[in-house]
């Protein structure tokens, strides 16, 4: 069973005792002479109670808890009543988070939720319409517009991230936002809040240890209510509390402190605001709490606590402490509180009327909001390709140097991408000597990290250009390339958008083996949200990725290994003002009796057959796709109409890879037009080997293209 709270408060006052110190400033000029942690890295947290501060704020903070406890129990019975349709309770958090609201600054310091901050959203000027708005779902509501589910705030006015519902995705892109403040030398903060269960995540840890590195402006809040769902926190956490792993942290401050107790937290909060924002590091707060109400409206708590846990629970009840604090004070009386809390349920009352009265998002609005709907004003094509021939990783290079140039908020990270080696495959080379460590330096050993990050930085107005070093290193970043990425711009309706580009090497035929050879656009294609695109030459890398570059969407840019340096795929370079749209395909070759569709190396695979055919009178049409999304179906379908066979040939696994999803198109689209079965040619179900003869058996050759053609030629 979970320690009583009065348990863990015994256990709190041998960790950090109170020190009866001289206030710490809340970080104006004055406050750099002040000494905020000990030698151990604790923060040092003085003394407060009622008379260090004024009554308006404390009767502010009440006010504040009472309004979100009243929402917690409206929430609940408009869910009853089936008008609302989840809720995640609040009740028992309020003082941790009132308090750190109160010394914190909406449109100036940033915001990197979890699912239970309703009254830190309150205590940055949210209303309670914008709540119950949230809450039933309605097409007016400023967090989502009914997208996202409710208690899942945002607002890019108050700097509130868009909440992803994912456990733990909220602390890498805090640590993102902290990165871009401090290049910014501002004294703005990055508040990140989690529960105790979340920090079992490994982002809670890589993101501790790069703000830790960093000495970043972020303030971890762990609001420990001792349980995860029905977890309690002895099944959780080694040690039974989070606190103990920012021990090992150097650079970062900690405390641990009584949650429930409004004082001790503004206390805790004010100093650790000082410290963070006099450039100290971030700080790692563990704010001892209760769970008031089960884990959500689906959980029943009583299936896994006891009566006697939930009762010693309530007797600490945050709001009936802070009432009893300000009764001592003379700041509230009986009739004082009954007033008080008869205003704020009308308030409430009042609000949820007219939430409920406000109109339903409109269905035919439900697909909006995926990309980017502004207006894409590039000059492309302005030029044509006629400098020195040029191989496809210099390309990259180029277009690199080129924007970094033309737009200083571009930024360049990933995994040895900085100094001298410029990444393994040089890619990246003389970066960091041109525009220097803060524009192009080497990231953690840690993939979720590096696009963690940069969708903290892209939030915070900065263009990451992060590179991935192997498509089949990718994988640790699903979680935030899934539930961050790719519904950033959706779940806040459009108000955010997470631009960047993320640069893959992908690919076989190179004797990689089972870790250095995979294709992933198939994968990534099916997460809408992404553009993605897969250059066969230099010129068109070079125009791609500039293009990639100047876009508001993210961008999957994958570039084969095996045409870095390859000679078919060696073009003449384009200038710096060379750019290509995304979703125009490229007729490579011209032909009238065979469509061959097809991207990256297999283009030239692709035409080698096509010149062997060319032997037996046979005309073939080679597409270059380029771009699978936007994916340019129009050029395909013409070329079907003209030569009424094809054939697909992609590098990935035939089975369920991304030219079925070609095949399937042009199927419903063009059928009457075909006067063949449509064909595939593409990879075994298979990983991909090592030894010569076993990649050969399962990555498709040139004679399996010559083969497949003849095939459709013949029937």
């Known amino acids: 069973m979970a320690k009583t709270k009065r348990e863990t408060q015994e256990v709190m006052a041998d960790v950090q005792p109170d020190l009866n110190l001289a206030a710490v400033p809340s970080g104006d000029g004055d406050a750099a002479a002040v000494e905020t942690v000990d030698d151990s890295g604790v923060l040092r947290i003085p003394a407060l109670d009622a008379g260090d501060l004024d009554a308006d704020t404390l009767l502010h903070a009440y006010?504040?808890?009472?309004?979100?406890?009243?929402?917690?129990?409206?929430?609940?019975?408009?869910?009853?009543?089936?008008?609302?349709?989840?809720?995640?309770?609040?009740?028992?958090?309020?003082?941790?988070?009132?308090?750190?609201?109160?010394?914190?600054?909406?449109?100036?310091?940033?915001?990197?939720?979890?699912?239970?901050?309703?009254?830190?959203?309150?205590?940055?000027?949210?209303?309670?319409?914008?709540?119950?708005?949230?809450?039933?779902?309605?097409?007016?509501?400023?967090?989502?517009?009914?997208?996202?589910?409710?208690?899942?705030?945002?607002?890019?006015?108050?700097?509130?991230?868009?909440?992803?519902?994912?456990?733990?995705?909220?602390?890498?892109?805090?640590?993102?936002?902290?990165?871009?403040?401090?290049?910014?030398?501002?004294?703005?903060?990055?508040?990140?809040?989690?529960?105790?269960?979340?920090?079992?995540?490994?982002?809670?840890?890589?993101?501790?240890?790069?703000?830790?590195?960093?000495?970043?402006p972020v303030l971890f809040l762990v609001q420990d209510n001792k349980y995860a769902i029905s977890v309690p926190v002895e099944d959780q956490t080694a040690g039974g509390s989070a606190y103990k792993f920012a021990r090992g942290y150097e650079g970062l401050a900690r405390a641990h402190v009584d949650g429930t107790d409004f004082f001790r937290m503004y206390a805790a909060a004010r100093a650790a605001l000082a410290h963070i924002r006099q450039g100290r590091g971030p700080v790692c707060i563990v704010a001892d709490v209760v769970r008031l109400l089960p884990h959500s409206s689906s959980d029943n708590h009583t299936k896994y606590r006891t009566s006697e846990e939930l009762e010693n629970d309530r007797k600490i009840d945050p709001i009936a402490r802070l009432e009893m604090q300000l009764t001592e004070a003379g700041l509230l009386t009986e009739d004082r509180i009954r007033a008080l809390r008869r205003e704020v349920h009308r308030e409430i009352d009042e609000a949820a009327r007219w939430a409920m009265e406000q109109p339903d998002p409109d269905p035919s609005t439900a697909t909006r909001h995926v990309y980017f709907e502004g207006p894409v004003d590039l000059p492309y094509e302005a030029s044509t390709p006629s400098g020195k021939p040029i191989v496809m990783v210099d390309a990259i290079n180029h277009a690199l140097h080129e924007e970094m140039e033309r737009d200083e908020r571009i930024i360049v990270y990933g995994e040895d991408v900085a100094g001298a080696k410029g990444g393994v495959f040089t890619a990246t080379r003389n970066l960091t000597a041109r525009f220097g460590e803060d524009r192009c330096f080497n990231a953690q050993l840690a993939e979720n990290s590096i696009i963690g990050t940069a969708v903290g930085f892209s939030a915070a107005g900065y263009k990451p250009v992060v590179e991935i070093q192997f498509g089949d290193y990718i994988w640790p970043a699903m979680q935030p390339l899934r539930n961050q990425v790719a519904s950033f711009r959706y779940r806040s309706n459009g108000a955010w958008g997470c631009p960047m580009v993320i640069r893959v090497p992908v690919g076989g035929y190179i004797h990689g083996g089972l870790c250095h050879s995979q294709n992933i656009e198939g994968i990534f294609a099916h997460m809408p949200g992404y553009l993605i695109a897969m250059p066969s030459n230099a010129a068109d890398a070079k125009g791609l990725l500039k293009t990639a570059i100047r876009l508001e969407d993210p961008v999957l840019f994958l570039?084969?290994?095996?045409?870095?340096?390859?000679?078919?795929?060696?073009?003449?370079?384009?200038?710096?003002?060379?750019?290509?749209?995304?979703?125009?395909?490229?007729?490579?070759?011209?032909?009238?009796?065979?469509?061959?569709?097809?991207?990256?190396?297999m283009v030239h695979k692709s035409i080698h057959a096509a010149r062997m055919l060319d032997r037996d009178g046979v005309s073939v049409e080679v597409i270059d796709i380029r771009t699978m999304i936007p994916l340019d179906m129009e050029t395909i379908l013409a070329s079907v109409r003209k030569t009424n066979r094809v054939l697909v040939v992609y590098e990935d696994h035939e089975f369920a890879g991304f030219g079925a999803e070609i095949c399937a198109q042009i199927a419903a689209r063009a059928f009457e037009h075909l006067d063949a079965p449509i064909r595939r040619v593409a990879g075994a179900f298979t990983p991909i080997p090592f030894a010569d003869p076993l990649e050969r058996a399962v990555l498709p050759q040139d004679e399996d293209i010559l083969a497949a053609a003849r095939e459709v030629l013949a029937y």
């Open 63 to 216: 006010r504040l808890m009472l309004t979100s406890r009243r929402l917690d129990e409206k929430m609940l019975t408009l869910l009853k009543q089936g008008k609302g349709f989840f809720h995640i309770g609040c009740a028992g958090h309020e003082a941790a988070q009132a308090a750190i609201g109160l010394l914190s600054r909406p449109g100036y310091d940033w915001f990197s939720f979890y699912y239970r901050d309703l009254c830190m959203y309150l205590s940055l000027g949210g209303t309670p319409r914008d709540v119950l708005l949230n809450h039933l779902a309605k097409a007016d509501d400023p967090h989502s517009g009914g997208r996202q589910m409710a208690e899942h705030f945002s607002s890019p006015e108050k700097h509130i991230l868009p909440l992803s519902s994912s456990v733990g995705s909220q602390f890498l892109p805090a640590v993102g936002v902290g990165l871009a403040l401090k290049r910014r030398q501002t004294d703005a903060y990055v508040y990140c809040s989690c529960g105790d269960g979340a920090t079992s995540q490994g982002a809670f840890h890589e993101a501790m240890n790069w703000a830790a590195r960093e000495r970043a």
């Open 559 to 601: 570039e084969h290994k095996a045409l870095y340096r390859a000679a078919a795929a060696r073009t003449p370079e384009p200038d710096a003002d060379y750019l290509l749209p995304f979703g125009k395909a490229n007729v490579v070759r011209e032909g009238s009796d065979l469509t061959i569709v097809t991207y990256g190396l």
